[in-house]
Nanobody
Framework: QVQPVESGGGLVQPGGSLRLSCTASGRTFSSRSMGWFRQAPGKEREFVAA???????YYVESVKGRFTISRDNAKNTLYLQMNSLKPEDTAVYYC????????????????????WGQGTQVTVSS
């Protein structure tokens, strides 16, 4: 069983930066693709970024050039570096993990992922 745990959220001013982390237990971390989703108040949960087991990276258009997803397999940790933050980035951010050896090339939908963290709040406000 995999239990992702997010950290690193907080309050930041527009234009600022935050780095989210997600640790996931288990010896098969390196064989799993993972992603970040977010949910703003009153809105549907949406895809933000994903990284495949082979280090392919995928982003929603609104964060391209500002957010960077990465992973450290030795630490069983997924990251989301968020720069040039905007008020519209305010949301609860969720870490999502695919099943081990799920090599399908789909990353954008919630159903693509088997395990979810509890979320971490990111608030961008002056």
């Amino acid at each position: 069983q995999v239990q992702p745990v997010e950290s690193g959220g907080g309050l930041v001013q527009p234009g600022g930066s935050l780095r989210l982390s997600c640790t996931a237990s288990g010896r098969t971390f390196s064989s799993r693709s993972m992603g970040w989703f977010r949910q703003a108040p009153g809105k549907e949960r949406e895809f933000v970024a994903a990284i495949s087991w082979s280090d392919g990276r995928y982003y929603v258009e609104s964060v391209k050039g500002r957010f960077t997803i990465s992973r450290d397999n030795a630490k069983n940790t997924l990251y989301l570096q968020m720069n040039s933050l905007k008020p519209e980035d305010t949301a609860v951010y969720y870490c999502a993990v695919k099943r081990s050896m799920d090599y399908t090339g789909s990353y954008y939908y919630q159903d693509d992922y088997a395990y979810w963290g509890q979320g971490t709040q990111v608030t961008v406000s002056s």
